[in-house]
């Protein structure tokens, strides 16, 4: 597909998903969780923490988004002696004209890649933390503004424990997903033997731009549009809450995780063609939003429980309310 041949429904989020999609899936197969995670994460400003073992496609994946969806991409590869300034810029001397001109730094950019984000010192993953929150750099007392859409997709090894520092909590709970991409089944990768067998050399550049941006900021506004019924809401703070009184955990969820549900259930009923979203947005985003922001307790640390393990607990203890999607329905044409 050329950079021409763009989707007809612009401004419509699954139109703009299930474009997408398909043109990730002419590179990789398996994704789609990934790509759905990407696209909810893009249309309401969030940004996205991947975890996975060396070699499952965690960068190739957020650079084939970056390509489909038309956005500007950088590639930042973290490292213990990579400076704050290597990320945000910095004034450069110039002798010749006796002035101080600005290097912009690769966080300029609409889909900024943090690879490998902690191996970074903890003063370098935090130059990242005014950029994700407040949508600006400031670089020797100059606040500047970055581009639009932004969004920072960063890469960990979940494994690797020598020569890492931890994202502190404040970096996680900037991140709206926490997504963990598994080791792909025999047929997948069966399937993606054969794909590179014919095509040895295929990558980001084999494929097109179905989407453009002002496409997604139209999506954005339509997505946002999306109808929250007080039972789903009801529901949101009823999952957030239950991690705050859990037995293993000492920090539970934050005010940030509900907005961080409010956002997701809209905009994934969005890119399923919903206008209405449903309780089972919540209980499918759960775990991606979740699971990163506890803090468990040293007893649970000691009893190897995983945050994953305190979520799917929690889902299991809060009761999914009952929806009536002939009247979701209604009301968010009424709305409309």
Not at 11 to 32: C, F, K, M, S, T
Not at 138 to 154: D, H, K, N, Q, R
Not at 276 to 283: G, N, T
Request: charge should be negative; avoid cysteine.
């Amino acid at each position: 597909m050329s950079e021409t041949d763009r989707t007809d429904d612009r401004g419509d989020p699954q139109a703009i998903y299930e474009a997408v999609r398909n043109e990730v899936d002419r590179v990789l197969v398996g994704n789609e969780a990934a790509i759905e995670h990407l696209t909810i994460a893009l249309l309401t400003r969030g940004h996205l923490l991947i975890e996975g073992v060396p070699g499952v496609a965690k960068t190739t994946i957020a650079s084939l988004f970056a390509r489909a969806t038309g956005l500007e991409f950088t590639r930042i590869q973290m490292t213990p002696d990579i400076l704050p300034a290597d990320i945000t810029g910095t004034h450069v001397y110039h002798e010749d004209a006796g002035e101080f001109d600005l290097r912009r730094g690769p966080v300029f950019s609409n889909l900024v890649v943090a690879d490998e984000i902690n191996r970074a010192t903890p003063k370098t993953q935090s130059a990242l933390l005014e950029a994700m929150q407040e949508r600006t750099v400031t670089i020797e007392g100059e606040t500047l503004s970055l581009p639009e859409p932004f969004m920072v997709v960063a890469t960990q090894n979940p494994i690797e424990m020598e020569g890492v520092f931890e994202l502190p909590e404040a970096q996680r709970d900037r991140f709206m997903f926490r997504l963990a991409i598994d080791l792909p089944d025999r047929a997948v990768e069966s399937k993606l033997l054969d794909r590179f067998d014919s095509e040895p050399d295929l990558g980001p550049d084999d494929i097109g731009r179905p989407v453009a941006v002002d496409d997604i900021l139209a999506a954005r506004e339509t997505a946002m549009a999306v109808h929250v019924a007080d039972p789903v809401k009801a529901y949101i703070l009823d999952l957030v809450g239950a991690t705050r009184s859990h037995p293993d955990v000492t920090v539970g969820a934050s005010p940030r995780a509900s907005l961080a549900f409010l956002d997701g259930v809209k905009a994934r009923a969005a890119v399923r063609g919903r206008a209405y979203a449903i309780p089972d947005d919540a209980k499918a985003l759960a775990p991606q939003i979740l699971a990163h922001r506890l803090v468990l307790s040293t007893d649970a640390d000691l009893g190897n429980v995983a945050p994953d393990d305190v979520v799917s607990a929690v889902l299991e203890s809060v009761d999914v309310p009952d929806a009536d999607i002939d009247e979701l329905e209604s009301i968010a044409g009424e709305t409309a």
